[in-house]
Structure formats: structure tokens, C-alpha cells
């Protein structure tokens, strides 16, 4: 495991002039490397959940920048605010202010709160990214208060603490929600960046997130003839299966036990739900990744198993 403090930097953020904290690691050499911009989870910031990235840009020679973002979900300066877009695409300038980076090949990675994170900038900002690997992804954050609320899961108190009061009573929370909610803004980011979406069937039962956030906003992305129906996404929430018309044929080693059991295909988005829960898979995205070329069509290839690893993503 390597220690994070070598790593610790501040970058300018553009909007307010604030410095901000990030781990950032330099490729090795001179010459133009792509960049991975990875994203914490909703409940954690700059300081956790590092070395997986790190190890597998340190196997490819990527650089690598993990932000704070203005930290854990629960504040009003959180949660997808204004400052957080900005600290996201500043801290892509700072990186390009200090080395050489391959600006065809620039990502974005992040699972459950950084799930989105990753989803509200695909939209947000979707010039700067090759590609989007978005994991067990909130998509609709007044839906989810609703969602966490019934479910008595804390997570709505941390949304009513950074939106002002409850979106589903107050107005101008509701408005909050919305502001922040990547469904606000992803029918406007259809084809103009690579995003893949991945999330267990089991999230929202033995994970936090119900799979319906990941439909969701694929829906947004998707040609009208390839979305999900009501009926078919509530179906697979309730029953934590799929249906025999949507099963998937076929295997991606990549995912190693967490067996795909349903994929789709639109224009520049893909989803896959796995034999798992509230999961990001490591491997998969860094497979993905290393196919995507920022001008060329979309490679819809997850990589090996070698690269595969999870994290069961609990907040």
C-alpha cells in the first residue's frame, strides 16, 4: 500500500480562488501520458479509497489526480455544487499546468457518490473527458432522498443538510436537488463523450443505491428505441433478476465472478448490471479505458480478468 502523504498536492479552483487538496501522481518520463481523474465515494473524501487507482496507473504510466471536491455529500458546498464542478475541471488544468498530457485520452472514474459525481460532469463538462466509467451512480438526487428516506438509510439527512431542507416538502430544495442532480443535464450530453455504466442487481437491497438511478440515466443517453421501459426497470429493482428477454448472452472476463447479466449499447453510452451490489470494479474501467481514443468510435471492450478487483462500496 503506498502512502498517501507523498502524493498530497493543492490546486487552484477556479471559481472561488481557493487551493484545494488532491493525491496526484506523475507518470514517469516526458512524454504526453493520459490522465485518470478518479473520484472518492459519497461519505469519504481526498484521503481514502487511493491505491487502486494508483496501482493500475502505476502498471500503465497514467497520470493520476484524486480530488477532495469539497468532501464528503453532506454540506451545501458538496454534493455537486457549482464549486465542485469547478474543482473537478481545474483540477484537470493544474495537471496540464505541470506535465505533459495525452489530450486524447483523458478519464473519469468513480463509484456511488463519485458514480455521481462522474455522471454530473459527463455532462457538466463533457468537452474535457474521453471517456466516463461511472459505477453504482446517484443520478436523480431528489429521488434518491425519497429512496433513503423509506428505506431509513442516513443518507437522506446528508442530502437535506446540503440542499437546505427536504426536497420532497420544500421548493426551494427541490430546486437544489435538481441543480445538482446529473438527470438535470445528461439528455443535453448524448453522444459527446464515451460513458459506461455499471452497477449490481442487488444495489438498493444489500446496497445503498437501487439500480433504477443506472437506468435512469442511461434513458437520458440513449436513443428512444434502446431505452429501458417503466415496467422492465421496475421489475429488475423488485425482483433483483432479470427478464428473459434482456439476459445477456455471452461473457466478459473482465468481471471475473461478478458475472454481466444484462448489457446495452446506444450511440456513445453502455450499461452492464452484474451478479454483485453496490460494487465499482476497478478492472473493467482500466480495461475500458485503455481502448477509448478521444475522436474515434467507442471500444466496447472491459479488458482481462488479471486487472479485475472490486470494492464493495458501502457509503
Request: some cysteine; proline content about 5%; glycine content about 8%.
Amino acid at each position: 500500500m503506498e502512502q498517501q502523504d507523498q502524493y498530497k498536492i493543492e490546486f487552484l479552483s477556479e471559481i472561488d480562488q481557493t487551493m484545494q487538496p488532491a493525491c496526484f501522481y506523475k507518470a514517469e518520463g516526458d512524454d504526453p501520458r493520459p490522465l485518470v481523474v478518479a473520484l472518492h465515494t459519497w461519505s469519504f473524501g481526498w484521503d481514502s479509497c487511493w491505491n487502486d487507482y494508483l496501482l493500475r496507473c502505476q502498471r500503465r504510466n497514467w497520470h493520476l489526480i484524486y480530488p477532495h471536491f469539497r468532501g464528503p455529500n453532506w454540506t451545501p458546498e458538496a454534493l455537486g455544487s457549482d464549486l465542485v464542478v469547478s474543482d473537478l475541471k481545474s483540477c484537470v488544468d493544474y495537471v496540464k499546468s505541470v506535465c505533459k498530457v495525452d489530450m486524447d485520452r483523458i478519464y473519469l472514474v468513480g463509484g456511488s457518490g463519485g458514480g455521481h459525481a462522474s455522471l454530473l460532469l459527463a455532462a457538466r463538462a463533457s468537452a474535457i473527458w474521453t471517456a466516463v466509467s461511472s459505477w453504482c451512480p446517484i443520478s436523480d438526487v431528489g429521488k434518491w432522498h425519497q429512496q433513503c428516506f423509506e428505506k431509513q438509510r442516513h443518507y437522506w439527512k446528508h442530502i437535506e443538510d446540503a440542499c437546505g431542507g427536504n426536497p420532497a416538502t420544500d421548493a426551494k430544495a427541490a430546486a437544489e436537488a435538481a441543480s445538482r442532480s446529473p438527470v438535470t443535464y445528461l439528455a443535453d450530453a448524448k453522444n459527446k463523450t464515451i460513458i459506461d455504466i455499471g452497477t449490481g442487481i442487488h444495489d438498493g437491497h444489500t446496497g445503498s443505491v437501487p439500480i433504477c438511478q443506472a437506468f435512469e440515466a442511461f434513458n437520458l443517453l440513449a436513443e428512444e428505441a434502446d431505452r429501458f421501459s417503466p415496467d422492465e426497470i421496475n421489475h429488475m429493482v423488485e425482483t433483483e433478476t432479470i427478464p428473459a428477454h434482456l439476459q445477456f448472452q455471452g461473457d466478459d472476463p473482465a468481471y471475473g465472478p461478478y458475472k454481466v447479466l444484462l448489457r446495452r449499447i446506444s450511440g456513445n453510452t453502455r450499461i452492464t448490471i452484474f451478479e454483485g451490489s453496490h460494487d465499482i470494479l476497478y478492472g473493467p474501467s482500466f480495461g475500458f479505458f485503455d481502448q477509448q481514443v478521444r475522436g474515434q468510435a467507442p471500444v466496447w471492450n472491459s479488458g482481462d480478468v488479471y486487472d479485475s478487483g472490486n470494492n464493495a462500496l458501502t457509503k
